[in-house]
């Protein structure tokens, strides 16, 4: 089983929002296959929560002028780090650059094919880590991917 077009067309629609709003390290996953709940992941991350927020809102309100899609479901947003956004056939992660390191959702789905993004999207890759490198946050983020073992923080 596959991810229908519905599905790939809100990944493509939610990726494109979320790299207008200048998200890192975007990416998606066809997780249909390993479970029942959901077609797709979105994740995508950014240096700062308000950035977090921006993307998130960017994303939710894109879905729903393009594509008629609401989330049937919205969490963390209060604190900023970890927002996530439940449309049933795809789910979007949006997370602060630490919070994807430490829990490198990357490898619990690694095993799942990847979804063709834009290529606006697909730029996004690295961006994290040479945020990172350009404002050497003392280290912060080498100390984050120790902790998670993200493969791509290193």
Wanted: aromatic letters at 6%; proline letters at 3%.
């Amino acid at each position: 089983m596959t991810a229908t077009d519905r599905s790939t067309e809100l990944i493509s629609a939610a990726a494109q929002a979320a790299a207008d709003k200048l998200a890192h390290d975007i990416i998606a996953y066809d997780v249909s296959d390993v479970l029942a709940i959901t077609d797709a992941f979105l994740l995508a991350s950014a240096p700062n929560d308000r950035q977090v927020k921006a993307i998130v809102d960017e994303i939710e309100e894109r879905l729903l002028k393009e594509l008629g899609a609401k989330p049937v479901r919205r969490e963390g947003e209060r604190d900023g780090r970890w927002v996530l956004l439940d449309f049933v056939d795809i789910v979007v992660h949006v997370q602060h650059s630490e919070e994807r390191v430490f829990y490198a959702l990357e490898r619990l789905w690694k095993d799942c094919p990847q979804l063709d993004l834009p290529e606006d999207a697909k730029a996004t890759h690295g961006k994290a880590r040479a945020h990172a490198e350009e404002h050497d946050d003392d280290g912060e983020y080498e100390h984050a991917a120790e902790r998670g073992g993200n493969e791509g923080a290193r």
